[in-house]
């Protein structure tokens, strides 16, 4: 999978999912660690990368757009906060989320469970 890593996580996430295959790269990496969360939706969209994030307002965002990418991997609080626990949290989870990331969806990992939301997000 293709992952666009936002500038509030750590590019360790990054380099940890590009070491076992994925082509993840943190905002950094494309000079946009102060580009708008409109801009990096944008960027991953046309790159067809998923947007991970511990934004809260990805979701909102998300919303008002009524688009159907890019998708979004939302870690909330209280989840892993080391980057390298966040990567084998997605690496033990993605088998399952694959599929659901593929087709446009907003994914939530909180502390006890995984919350699934297709994409776009309706009132």
Known sequence: MKFLIYNALSPVLAQELAFVGHDA?????????????????????????????????????????????????????????RARDQAALLRANLPQLEQVLQASSIVVIAPDRIRIRALPLLP
């Open 25 to 81: 790269v943190h905002v950094r990496d494309f000079g946009m660690q102060a580009a708008s969360d409109t801009e990096i939706f944008d960027r991953a969209a046309q790159e067809d990368r998923v947007v991970v994030s511990a934004d809260t307002d990805f979701g909102t965002l998300l919303a008002a757009r009524k688009d159907t990418k890019p998708s979004v991997i939302l870690f909330r609080h209280g989840s892993q906060r």
